[in-house]
């Protein structure tokens, strides 16, 4: 069955930048069907959503992210991934990656377990 | 961007209750509204999608209600499982908001 992992460092540097990647496996991430997307939990807070990405690279960003977020798909290896640049302790939260169907069903239906990234010096 | 208000933001209710969140829009989003229960540590759950349409494997005591601005999530009897934080989304137009959340807490 699909499963999605999260993967990339824990702690980052402020004004450094945030790299992560969700590895899909279980089913291809080349599917009409679906946009991939990356959401986040800051501590104690509720959900924000940061982009998303077609497996064609097109993509969708979180105006007030925008001008920081670069989100890539790797088709090859079933992957997507998210570039945050210039961090600050704001970014710190638990990040996540899921599938977004398209069409008449829509929401987020398969999520990763999350991975928490802090930004701290 | 399509801004999303949950009431309340906290709720306490007993096993057995009858307990309902409202979900309101800044604009019309036709039906297009998801309900997501997240446990601490956890990543959210999808319940209901398309505003009232169950998610496969979800318990029938969870339903949703609404159209355009205005939406509910249900739950009949309210079972220990249940004590969470739930969140709506909506996805409508291309950038999907949350909601900010109501936690479902044990009287």
């Known amino acids: 069955h699909l499963q999605l992992q999260e993967s990339g460092p824990g702690l980052v540097k402020p004004s450094e930048t945030l790299s992560l990647t969700c590895t899909v496996s279980?089913?291809?991430?080349?599917?009409?069907?679906?946009?991939w997307g990356w959401i986040r939990q800051p501590p104690g807070k509720g959900l924000e959503c940061i982009g998303s990405i077609y497996y064609t690279g097109s993509t969708y960003y979180n105006p007030s992210l925008k001008s920081r977020v670069t989100i890539s798909v790797d088709t090859s290896k079933n992957q997507f991934s998210l570039k945050l640049i210039s961090v600050t302790a704001a970014d710190t939260a638990v990040y996540y990656c899921?599938?977004?169907?398209?069409?008449?069903?829509?929401?987020?239906?398969?999520w990763g377990q999350g991975t928490t990234v802090t930004v701290s010096s | 961007d399509i801004q999303m208000t949950q009431s309340p933001s906290t709720l306490s209710a007993s096993v057995g209750d009858r307990v309902t969140i409202t979900c309101r829009a800044s604009q019309s989003i036709s039906r297009w509204l998801a309900w997501y229960q997240q446990k601490p540590g956890k990543a959210p759950k999808v319940l209901i999608y398309k505003a009232s349409s169950l998610e496969s494997g979800v318990p029938s005591r969870f339903s949703g209600s609404g159209s355009g601005t205005e939406f509910t999530l249900t739950i009949s009897r309210l079972q220990p499982d249940d004590f969470a934080t739930y969140y709506c989304?909506?996805?409508?137009?291309?950038?999907?908001?949350f909601g900010q959340g109501t936690k479902v807490e044990i009287k």
């Open positions: 279980g089913d291809s991430i080349s599917s009409n069907s679906y946009y």
């Open positions: 899921a599938r977004l169907r398209l069409g008449i069903k829509g929401g987020m239906d398969v």
């Open positions: 989304q909506q996805y409508n137009s291309d950038w999907w908001t």
